[in-house]
Structure formats: C-alpha cells, structure tokens
C-alpha cells in the first residue's frame, strides 16, 4: 500500500508565475489536508478537503491560494503569483473518514521561489 | 478552538538515558492526541496516538506517552534514548467535537548525544 505521494519534491519557480503541487492520498483514504512549514518551525494547517469538497480553508490566504480534490485524480495546491514568502515546504497528509484516524503525511514539495 | 503547547523548543539527552517531550493541550471537547516524528527533507511520520482508554499509550520505536486529563498533557516518553531518536518531534490534537482537522504544536527538537 503506497504512501501519500507528493510531487514534485522540489520546485523552484521565478516570482510571479504559478506554482503547482500535486498530492495523491492513500489507497482508501479520502480526506486530505495541506500543510505548510516554514525552515524550523512547526506546520501551519491550510486547508482540509474531501473528493470535490472544501471542509475547511481558514488555514489558507484568501488571494493567490486555491486548492481542490477532484472526484478523479490527485489533489492540487494552487498558488498563483507566487512571492518569496512562499518559499516553504508543504505537507501534504490524508486519513480515513474515521475522527480517530491518524494523518499520513507525504514527503512534501520544497517550493523555492526565486 | 484547540491548541496544543510543547514548551521546550529543544531537549538534550545523553544517549541511553530518559527522555521526556512535553505537550499541552486546551480542546472544548474530548481530545484525541496524536504524537508525530520528523527527520531532515522528510514528512512526518505517525508515533501514537490517544483516544480513550488507558492513560499509557506505547507506539512505534519504544516511544510511549501518558494522557493526564487533570493536566491537559500527553507527554511523549522513552525509558532509553538512542542517537538515532535525534529528530523534531510534533504534538497534535483533535477535538472530537469540531471534525477532522488536526492542530499541531510548534515542535521539539530532540537531540541525543553519544
């Protein structure tokens, strides 16, 4: 049973384009949370989905960011005009529809903004 | 809301002592605690978790932790550290009451020295 898959690893991209993260949950799993980590410091929730919906999005700024989780394929982390502040690393992590069920976090994209 | 405190940014242990990491937690509800390891260019990788039950949890790698109610704590413990445990550890908690989204701490450096 694979992992959370995220790719890429690392991406780097020029101020004002668009970057774009891809996470692909758990066999089985389907609800699906970004983080963001900044170098030395804990993880910021960001937004929580389930298949084509937003649960939760408190997490994320409310310009340049979106994210969806499609009915088919992997979920997106979108951000738009990206700036250097957006250089971080980002988690992505998936659990079952159970309360008790522990997240699975993938090994991140490091974005890198330049 | 929830929030979860670990008030040490970092802890030192000879190797073969010990180890304690703290966590405070503040929930409306019912907490469901969770504790996280991470190591260099990696995501975070499930320790244990607390749901109901006994106050001692044990988990993976020998770790173990203790839900004190009376304290809001859930301590993260291990009788005897090894260099290899060195890594950044993450308190989480869940609120039974407000969904799925998990609340990390701001994480603990460990660091086990020969």
């Known amino acids: 049973n694979a992992g959370v898959m995220q790719n890429p690893r690392h991406l780097v991209r020029r101020r004002g384009q668009e970057a774009r993260l891809r996470c692909s949950p758990m066999?089985?799993?389907?609800?699906v949370y970004w983080y963001r980590q900044l170098p030395e410091e804990g993880l910021k929730f960001m937004v929580y989905l389930q298949k084509e919906n937003i649960i939760d999005e408190s997490g994320m700024p409310k310009e340049r960011f979106s994210a969806e989780f499609p009915k088919e394929g992997p979920s997106i982390l979108r951000i738009q005009q990206v700036v250097r502040g957006d250089s971080a690393a980002y988690f992505c992590?998936?659990?079952?529809?159970?309360?008790?069920?522990?997240?699975?976090f993938g090994n991140g994209t490091r974005l890198t903004v330049t | 809301a929830q929030s979860v405190a670990q008030p040490e940014d970092q802890v030192n242990v000879a190797e073969g002592n010990p180890l304690t990491v703290k966590c405070t937690y503040s929930v409306s509800g019912n907490p469901y605690l969770f504790w996280y390891v991470q190591y260099p260019n990696r995501g975070l990788q499930f320790l244990l978790k607390y749901i109901t039950g006994d106050n001692l949890v044990k988990g993976s790698y020998g770790f173990e932790a203790e839900f004190n109610k009376s304290q809001t704590s859930f301590h993260l413990k291990k009788p005897s550290a090894l260099v290899s445990d060195s890594a950044l550890y993450f308190c989480?908690?869940?609120?039974?009451?407000?969904?799925?989204?998990?609340?990390f701490g701001g994480g603990t450096r460990l660091m086990v020295k020969p």
């Open positions: 066999k089985g799993h389907s609800h």
């Open positions: 992590a998936s659990s079952e529809d159970r309360v008790e069920s522990p997240l699975h």
């Open positions: 989480a908690v869940r609120d039974y009451n407000a969904g799925n989204m998990l609340t």
